[in-house]
């Protein structure tokens, strides 16, 4: 059988576990052959992240969250196409879909915002609380099933 991957094995090859709070630059030469650029901590206690963070900071960490939050959102909209996320019914998808509707509606976007919901079948409780949720945000939602 042929494989799409092309591999070989070797002795010399062994799997090393990447360090948390690192990142890993390769350039790939004309033979597809990975070159080791660099390896650097993008983040560490004491030391400033390596990109700029657009967030006024206060002392209440609610706040903070909620800022840091809503900008993470806001960089996100910043798209010449029409603008969607995944909706799985839950805590966390449904606040970043409360979050980008807002934030849409503040930049003026007039077209629903699209949903994603995938589940395994019509009455899945995912699908049912992502419906919601989507009903509630008056969001353009569509669900992938698996039967």
Do not use: W
């Amino acid at each position: 059988k042929r494989s799409l991957i092309l591999f070989q094995k070797s002795e010399s090859l062994k799997i090393e576990a990447f360090e948390p709070g690192t990142y890993e630059e390769y350039k790939l030469d004309e033979n597809e052959k990975a070159e080791f650029i660099k390896k650097e901590r993008f983040h560490c206690i004491g030391k400033f992240p390596i990109y700029e963070v657009n967030v006024n900071l206060t002392d209440d960490v609610s706040l903070n969250i909620r800022s840091y939050l809503t900008n993470a959102v806001r960089m996100r909209l910043m798209s010449h196409r029409r603008i969607g996320c995944m909706l799985s019914g839950g805590l966390d998808s449904s606040l970043i879909a409360a979050l980008t509707v807002q934030e849409a509606r503040k930049q003026g976007i007039t077209y629903p915002i699209q949903t994603f919901s995938i589940g395994m079948d019509e009455e899945s409780p995912d699908l049912l609380a992502a419906r919601k949720v989507a009903k509630h945000l008056g969001t353009e939602h569509h669900e992938i099933r698996f039967t």
